[in-house]
Structures are given as C-alpha cells and as structure tokens.
T-cell receptor
Framework: QKEVEQDPGPLSVPEGAIVSLNCTYS??????FMWYRQYSRKGPELLMYTYSSGNKEDGRFTAQVDKSSKYISLFIRDSQPSDSATYLCAGSGGSYIPTFGRGTSLIVHP | DSGVTQTPKHLITATGQRVTLRCSPR?????VYWYQQSLDQGLQFLIQYYNGEERAKGNILERFSAQQFPDLHSELNLSSLELGDSALYFCASSVPGERAFFGQGTRLTVV
C-alpha cells in the first residue's frame, strides 16, 4: 500500500464547475500537506501548503486536511480549461520530505 | 519559474552508459531533493542533501549516486543504465522546514 493514495482519473468537468480532488494517506507522522499541479510532464508547481488539520484558501483554490480520517482535499472553484493538468497531493513529517500520490488527471472542457 | 534550474532538459543514451544530471537550487535553499517520475510509479523520492551532506535516502538504486557541492548545486549520477531507468528526474529545493519547489526536470531516455 502506498503512503498516499489518489484516484488517477481522468476527471472530466465542464468549465465553471467546482472540482473536488481527494487523497488518503496512511502515515500518521505527516504534519504538512501539499498540492502540486503538473502540466504535461513539466515540473510540479506548488499550489497549496498546509500544516495539520483545517482549511486554507487561496483564490479559487481551497485545501482541506482532516487528520482524524487521514483525508486531504483540494477544491477548485470556477474551473477553467487552463486548470487541466495532473494534481499531485503530498504529505511530509518531521523530515519535510514530500511523499506523493500518483496524481489525478483533471480535464476541464469549454 | 520556480528558481530551480536543471540541465540538461533531455538526454538520450545507451544501456550500460553513465550520465550526470545537474541541479541548481533556488538562491538561499540549502536542501536539495531528487525524485524520479515514471509512468507506472509516480514521483519517487531518491535522495536528499542538506548543505553538502546526505540527509535522507529513499528508493535510490546502488547504481545511482548524488552529491551536493559547496556552491549548493547538486549532481545525480546514474550508471550502468538500463531501459527501465528511462524517466523524468526532478530536483527540488527548499529552506529547511518549508515548502519544496521543483525544477522542470530532465527527461532521460535509455535506448
């Protein structure tokens, strides 16, 4: 079992939809949680970085962490075709080394 | 632009050969991480260096090695290459305890 699990998708939504991306993790030592966006095998780009449980909002993006259920979510409001990419979630503990899920492919069609 | 620079962008080499991938971290970042990304395995952590010293090892093969130099740039050396080593290799850097920023990667093709 991988430490971070993600549904690979693809997830296809119409432009303007609210997108919900989810991960589960198994390592109880994780305290930091990240979402990265990766376009067609380019370098992962950091979107959200959160510590412990709770919500964090940045523009159209909201990250949620529920440590009690080991569940991580990313919500994208008013999705745009330019949001089409692979979204990687990651967790890290005291070492600060991100452990990644395999990513979810998102397609936003006009 | 993340500020992390990787060279070369693409590399094609034959089985059995040795290659060196280079990474320049963001200014001020002391930690450098190397990751391998293949289609079937996702992003796999290989190794971390902090201020010139090896800090942590992940799923790095014995044929692979890395180092970080006094100017903080890092090199990943891959030897006795096999077809299965074809992948994207990413470098990331961070200030200790903070978020990691990734370079654009080196695409290695072993033929």
């Amino acid at each position: 079992q991988k430490e971070v699990e993600q549904d690979p998708g693809p997830l296809s939504v119409p432009e303007g939809a609210i997108v919900s991306l989810n991960c589960t993790y198994s390592n109880s030592a994780f305290q930091y949680f990240m979402w990265y966006r990766q376009y067609s095998r380019k370098g992962p780009e950091l979107l959200m970085y959160t510590y412990s449980s709770g919500n964090k909002e940045d523009g159209r993006f909201t990250a949620q962490v529920d440590k009690s259920s080991k569940y991580i979510s990313l919500f994208i409001r008013d999705s745009q075709p330019s949001d089409s990419a692979t979204y990687l979630c990651a967790g890290s503990g005291g070492s600060y080394i991100p452990t990644f899920g395999r990513g979810t492919s998102l397609i936003v069609h006009p | 632009d993340s500020g992390v620079t990787q060279t070369p962008k693409h590399l094609i080499t034959a089985t059995g050969q040795r290659v060196t991938l280079r990474c320049s971290p963001r200014s001020g970042d002391l930690s450098v991480y190397w990751y391998q990304q293949s289609l079937d395995q996702g992003l796999q952590f290989l190794i971390q260096y902090y201020n010139g010293e090896e800090r942590a090892k992940g799923n790095i093969l014995e044929r692979f090695s890395a180092q970080q130099f006094p100017d903080l740039h890092s090199e990943l050396n891959l030897s006795s290459l096999e077809l299965g080593d074809s992948a994207l290799y990413f470098c990331a850097s961070s200030v200790p305890g903070e978020r990691a920023f990734f370079g654009q990667g080196t695409r290695l093709t072993v033929v």
